[in-house]
């Protein structure tokens, strides 16, 4: 394999890596649900698996041998391998001890070594053995012998050192119950290809019965064991396959129906070609990627349908909370009215132009230094709309400190009572939901249902002022659209004209003007714009006054309250979303 495709395959393993370990960290973030501590602890096993593809990417391919005692592995090994002796096979039970491996350089062992220690690893180097170019063969114990206590856990470190489990079993009795379970928990880490079965001992049992009755049997019974099809199966004789199988005499084989040539081409062609050990490394991290996504999918799925429910529930409660929020708020009285007539002001003031323009910019600076900076102090500011002015202006550092206790504010305290209030008396039903989709039952508990008053007055400021927001900036444009901005500066407009058009007229025919006439024109300029500016002020007042906006406001939060917006306000609900999201 060229450098380059080798890069390019490890970059995807670590690509598939990452998603998982994303999904990991997701998991992570979901305490309350039960299930994820199962799904965690499965994504840690897949993410080792991955990361021991990566460290053996491009070593040579591990064939592992397992299945129940006596079912002839150490024989289909030596049948491999051309050796008879090779692995001791035999009538004892157990033959095999220790895991065996068999190799053409003695460095193809030391991988197993590490994951096995020393002392569990025979190794075999053979040289002169025909293909073993670019793949090992490991012999394992068996699972459900008396010795099973001590064999399981190298079996267990063998598996998971592998690339290719080939997993025999004794045709004569297939169906090993220990053998089958046992092995179930691994099987999902190894994909198709890398999962062969072999039925042995073929030899001794009639063709007729054996493809009738024992091989369908058998497929469907591996299929519901370990919830997958086997992608391909063998029935063989390996014994036949020895250099001298010996066979007793009257215990022949029975027949001539055997796949070990099928089986042997495979290990020839596939395991034994180059590319494969590192195909089959991509291919198994892309399968444990696969197989965990599913897994934590298939999971999430199972309570999507409660969960949705909830979150149902659960944004009808908040939504229902908030507004009761909002009512008690505006039932503990006004008093933002200067607050808003600053903000009202300062868009305004953006809006207009000409000597009106300069009114209203004087008249918001004058609004902030004056009574409007006393307004916001004297009244608190719950929802701190005015912060954004405030801190706009440097002179006022104190300021942010000053309105920042206002969590103590009789008005937020009633907003919290009102959102409690509304949250606690739907709990109940919606503590249910999320117990059948999965939560713990500690949350049933209220404690968990109310948000950090911080996180509360929060989530209300941020309504408040974009709600705020909308009903000013609709308010300054209905009062500086053109026509008005015409009207109001005609008078002053015209009056400046009128005298730019004396002084200009006298300035050119070199008879200057006095004094008097320029200060009684700056005076009547100065009551002209005075008197059209308490005419728009009127005119604002009237139809828009600070009342009216905040009316207008909380009208408008009413209607507008999105429900689906707000369901980051409890720890809880986080989770809620994190799953359906999954
Ligand atoms: N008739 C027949 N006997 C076989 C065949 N394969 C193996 N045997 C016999 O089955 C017995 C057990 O074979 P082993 O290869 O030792 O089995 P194993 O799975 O390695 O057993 P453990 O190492 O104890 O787990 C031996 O006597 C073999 O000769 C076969 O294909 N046909
Ligand atoms: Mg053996």
């Known amino acids: 394999m060229k450098e380059a495709e080798k890069i390019k ?59 129940p005692g006596g079912a002839g592995k150490s024989t289909l090994m030596n049948a491999i391998a051309g050796t008879d002796n090779l692995s001791e096979s035999g009538r004892r039970r157990p033959t095999t001890e220790k895991t065996l491996l068999l190799c053409k350089e003695p460095q193809d062992a030391d991988d197993l070594k590490n994951v096995l220690g020393e002392n569990n690893l025979l190794v075999k180097v053979a040289p002169d053995i025909p293909f073993f170019d670019h793949f090992v063969l490991v012999d394992t114990p068996d699972t459900d012998s008396t010795a099973r206590q001590a064999h399981i856990p190298l079996v267990q470190k063998a598996i998971k050192g592998s690339d290719v489990l080939l997993c025999v079993f004794n045709a004569e009795n297939p169906k090993t119950r220990d053998h089958v379970d046992f092995f179930a928990d ?23 019965e054996l493809k009738q009755a024992i091989l369908p ?37 029975r027949h001539d129906f055997d796949q070990y ?13 180059p590319e494969y050990g590192i195909e089959s490394r991509v291919e198994n991290t892309r399968h444990l990627r696969n197989f965990m996504l599913e897994e934590v999918r298939g999971t999430a799925a199972k309570y999507t349908g409660k969960l949705l429910e909830a979150r149902g529930a659960v944004a009808r409660a908040e939504q229902s909370g908030l507004q009761k929020a909002f009512a008690a708020i505006r039932e503990e009285g006004g008093g933002q009215g200067l607050g808003v007539n600053v903000l009202l002001y300062q868009r305004l003031a953006n809006r207009w132009v000409g000597p009106m323009g300069w009114m209203i910019a004087i008249w918001a600076r004058i609004l902030i230094f004056g009574t409007g900076m006393m ?14 002015v405030i801190s706009s202006l440097r002179h006022f550092k104190d300021a942010q400190a000053h309105v920042a206790g ?9 907003a919290m009572r009102g959102y409690r209030v509304e949250i606690m008396k739907n709990w109940p039903e919606i503590a249910e939901q999320l117990v059948q989709g999965g939560f713990q039952p500690s949350i049933r508990r209220p404690g968990h249902l109310i ?38 500066n005609l008078p002053i407009l015209a009056l400046m004209g009128h005298i730019g058009w004396l002084t200009a007229g006298h300035y050119f025919s070199g008879d200057y003007l006095t004094t008097d006439f320029f200060l009684h024109a700056f005076l009547t300029a100065a009551i002209v714009l005075f008197l059209s500016f308490f ?20 009208r408008r939060i009413q209607e507008e309250l999105d429900p689906f917006q707000q369901l980051s306000l409890n720890p809880l609900f986080e989770q809620l979303e994190i799953i359906l999201a999954l």
């Not at 460290?55 to 041998?65: G, M, N, P, Q």
């Not at 497929?219 to 063998?234: D, Q, V």
């Not at 307004?375 to 954004?388: D, E, S």
Request: include cysteine; aromatic fraction near 10%; charge should be positive.
């Open 217 to 253: 049997e058998f497929k469907t019974y591996i299929h519901a064991a370990w919830n997958r099809p086997l992608a391909s199966l063998f029935c063989i004789s390996a014994r036949r396959h020895l250099r001298h199988p010996g066979w007793e005499p009257n215990a022949g084989p």
């Open 375 to 388: 307004a916001m102090f004297r009244f608190g500011n719950p929802i701190r709309q005015v912060l954004g």
């Open 261 to 273: 040539a099928e089986l042997q081409q495979v290990i020839a062609q596939s395991f034994n070609r």
């Open 406 to 414: 206002a969590e103590k504010n009789a008005r937020v305290g009633a």
């Open 535 to 554: 005419l728009f002020q009127g005119c604002l007042r009237l139809f828009s006054s600070p009342e009216n906006i905040e009316l207008r406001t909380f």
């Open 186 to 208: 691994y099987i999902p880490y190894f994909q198709g290809d890398a999962l062969i079965g072999v039925l042995n001992k073929c030899d001794r049992i009639a063709v007729a």
């Open 451 to 488: 948000p950090q008053n911080q996180a509360l007055d929060a989530t209300l400021t941020g309504i408040w002022q974009a709600a705020l927001g909308a009903t000013l900036d609709r308010t300054s444009r209905r009062f500086s659209n053109f026509i008005l901005q015409v009207f109001f």
């Open 9 to 67: 395959a490890l970059g995807t393993m670590q690509g598939y890596k990452k998603e998982i370990e994303n999904m990991c960290a997701q998991l992570e973030a979901l305490p309350l649900w039960n299930p994820a501590a199962t799904l965690k602890k499965e994504c840690r096993e897949v993410l080792l698996r991955m990361d021991g593809l990566k460290t053996r990417f491009d070593r040579k391919l591990v064939v592992t041998i397992i299945g």
